[in-house]
């Protein structure tokens, strides 16, 4: 596996991150993590991205909080302790914090020697940091991807829905089959709002698989969706980033 660990500064510290691929010349991709933080599974995902022509940067979105981890995606939400810390850390971990950070994500993919289009893609909570980053870096990220994402269209003022009027990039949403955070209605209400805008997208139901389904440790973790979903997310990426 070919991760660089580099440390990103910020205007509230210093975020850890790795960095897959050679980046001269690359189209660059910033993967947002899901709750369970950095760690080898994501690092293969990035990996892989790496492999199809892409320099990928995997920051540590939770670099407020100390160190932590490592976290058992299977088992974290189960455990007193771990589950506990995980609730106040996304709730502490806002989305306006992570659009701010994220000037800095895009320095550190230019400072690595990226020079082409950037995309984002975020799982679960970094669904929607991928769609609020899209927004509000405009002229920055070519593409924004989202898979079993929560509250993308909720009632919330930092819901990616309200921001969409401010989205250049090509959108691709992969919803899971049934998912609490992310019902029907929120979808509809998702796709108005990216029509509304005249944003080019896609809403895709994987109809069958669970929320996680798309990240190898995760319990819900299906291996026909993953590729399924790899297969989506490559050509994605090769016609929004070409």
């Known amino acids: ?64 909080q100390g160190a932590y981890g490592p976290l058992d995606a299977k088992t974290a939400f189960a455990d007193d302790k771990a589950g506990a810390w995980l609730r106040e850390t996304m709730a502490a971990t806002s989305q306006a914090m992570t659009v701010d950070d994220t000037w800095a994500f895009l320095d550190a993919l230019a400072g690595e020697g990226v020079t082409g289009p950037v995309g984002a893609v975020g799982y679960c909570m970094g669904g929607a940091r991928a769609l609020n980053a899209a927004a509000s870096y405009p002229d920055s990220i070519a593409a924004a991807a989202s898979f079993h994402g929560g509250n993308l269209a909720s009632d919330a003022a930092d819901s990616p829905h309200r921001h969409a009027a401010d989205i250049k990039a090509k959108v691709y949403v992969g919803v899971a089959g049934v998912d609490r955070s992310f019902p029907p209605e929120q979808s509809a209400r998702l796709a108005e709002a990216l029509r509304t805008a005249e944003v080019d997208h896609i809403i895709e139901n994987y109809v069958g698989m669970a929320h996680g389904w798309a990240v190898p440790d995760h319990s819900a973790f299906n291996a026909a969706g993953a590729e399924r979903h790899w297969r989506r997310l490559l050509t994605f990426f090769g016609e929004a980033l070409a």
């Open 1 to 64: 596996m070919n991760r660089r660990n580099i440390d990103i500064r910020t205007k509230d510290g210093v975020a850890k991150a790795g960095i897959f691929g050679a980046a001269e010349g690359r189209a660059g991709v910033i993967l947002y993590m899901d709750a369970f933080g950095p760690r080898p599974a994501l690092d293969a995902m990035a990996s892989r991205l790496a492999d199809n022509g892409y320099a990928v940067l995997v920051p540590d979105l939770f670099y407020r």
